[in-house]
């Protein structure tokens, strides 16, 4: 189930964001038994590297990310880590 939230992220951010740079890491086992894992939901890192994020802050950058997955965040994902940039970021 894991290797298909991973793909499931993977699409989502892909066909939303085209980024040029994306890793995601499944972070759950480092979570068993944490409260707010035991509802089957993981933990996820994503490093994304996209044009979409070009002139915009942190929050927004995460906020796009978040419309992207839709309703994963409630059915998927528990947490995740967001590090967001735009291919001319330094």
């Not at 044009?51 to 994902?77: C, K, S, W």
Request: net charge positive; glycine share 8%; proline share 3%.
């Amino acid at each position: 189930m894991t290797t298909a939230r991973v793909e499931a992220i993977r699409a989502r951010l892909t066909a939303a964001l085209m980024p040029s740079a994306l890793e995601i890491v499944d972070e759950s086992h480092r979570h068993a038994g944490h409260a707010g894992a035991r509802d089957g939901r993981g933990h996820f890192r994503v490093t994304i590297t996209s044009a979409a994020f070009a002139g915009l802050g942190p929050v927004q950058r995460h906020r796009r990310v978040y419309a992207a997955l839709g309703e994963l965040m409630q059915t998927d994902i528990h947490a995740l880590a967001i590090t967001a940039s735009a291919p001319d970021d330094q």
